[in-house]
């Protein structure tokens, strides 16, 4: 399985972005997928998740601001980011599988994604 990211980017705080995460490979193990970030010298947190059954997952602080939504017929899910913040200023990750319980089981590469008071 290999997952290609795309959609970062440099914003001022208050605009969005839109990352996408394609994935290739063997996709039946595709489960759930979701999006990880990781600031600078901080662990990488998660951000959303949307499992293959039931509701999608958010982080407290991005509730309301980031929808996570998945397309099946273009095996890529997404990740909508409204109102950024500088503290979302972070490299984020697309990661997909089968959940193990913290995580999925396969990493794509990181998008940088900065946010400018």
């Known amino acids: 399985v290999q997952l290609q990211a795309s959609g970062g980017g440099s914003v001022q705080a208050g605009g969005s972005l839109k990352l996408s995460c394609t994935t290739s490979?063997?996709?039946?193990?595709?489960?759930?997928m979701g999006w990880y970030r990781q600031a600078p010298g901080k662990q990488r947190e998660l951000v959303a998740r949307?499992?293959?059954?039931?509701?999608?997952i958010y982080k407290d602080s991005v509730k309301g601001r980031f929808t996570i939504s998945r397309d099946n017929a273009k095996n890529t899910a997404y990740l909508q980011m409204d109102s950024l913040k500088p503290e979302d200023t972070a490299v984020y990750f697309c990661n997909a599988g089968r959940w193990t319980g913290t995580e999925y089981q396969y990493w794509g590469q990181g998008t940088q994604v900065t946010v400018s008071s």
């Open positions: 949307i499992p293959s059954v039931g509701r999608t």
């Open positions: 490979g063997s996709i039946r193990m595709i489960n759930g």
